[in-house]
């Protein structure tokens, strides 16, 4: 790969004996490192059986109310 422009300009500051501005830079990464990886199969139905209060959508009862009128016409 071909060096870029500011990079070129870096060395010649280096090898005339100017401050190199990469020692001062901190060892840290701007960017996160850890490790992403997508759900497992096994991990969204996880997450699909633990939401609204850990329950399951197979066991989960009618807890609606309903509230029939029976209006007939006298």
Same mark, same amino acid.
């Given at each position: 790969m071909a060096k870029s422009r500011a990079? !070129?300009? =870096? +060395? $010649?500051r280096e090898r005339n004996g100017i401050h190199d501005v990469? =020692? %001062? @830079?901190?060892?840290?990464? $701007?960017?996160?490192?850890h490790v992403r990886k997508t759900k497992t199969? *096994?991990? !969204?139905?996880?997450?699909? $059986?633990?939401?609204? !209060?850990? @329950?399951?959508l197979h *066991? @989960?009862? +009618?807890?609606? %109310?309903f509230l029939f009128l029976d209006l007939a016409v006298v």
């Amino acid at each position: 790969m071909a060096k870029s422009r500011a990079k !070129k300009y =870096r +060395d $010649h500051r280096e090898r005339n004996g100017i401050h190199d501005v990469t =020692r %001062s @830079r901190g060892n840290l990464p $701007h960017f996160s490192t850890h490790v992403r990886k997508t759900k497992t199969k *096994q991990g !969204k139905w996880n997450q699909l $059986h633990t939401k609204h !209060k850990k @329950r399951s959508l197979h *066991q @989960r009862q +009618d807890e609606g %109310s309903f509230l029939f009128l029976d209006l007939a016409v006298v």
